[in-house]
Each structure stands twice: as C-alpha cells, then as structure tokens.
C-alpha cells in the first residue's frame, strides 16, 4: 500500500463486503487497486474504484447459486 498500488485476491464469503469499503477509500487517497477474481461469484462485483480481473472456474453460475 505504500506504493499506491494493491493487489486484492479476496474470496467468495470472506470479508469482502467490508473490505470494499476500505478499498473505495484507499481509491479516493489515490492508490491504483487491481481485484482478481473468479468469473463465477455471489459478492464480488467490479466497479469504478478498481480494475477487475476475472479469471475462469470449473463451475457455473446456477451450480453455484444451487449449493447456496
């Protein structure tokens, strides 16, 4: 975070909802935040404050939705 730039690898489930939150401040005090997540996903969801990388899953999104 020093260097302004983060790397966030958050999980389906964990603290993402609020870690959110920090990262939406850290954007406005001008930090670069790239997100990597699984193309498949109940909570994780792009927007303007950082860039997204999705990345594939062996899994569909209504597999997902089911087990849940």
Known sequence: AAGGKLLVVPV?????????????????KGHEIVVVAPEIN?????????????YPVPFTQEELDGNF
Do not use: A
């Open 12 to 28: 389906d489930g964990s603290h993402w909802l609020s870690m959110r939150e920090v990262l939406d401040s850290l954007r406005q």
């Open 42 to 54: 109940l909570h994780i969801k792009p927007t303007k404050n950082f860039v997204m990388k999705m």
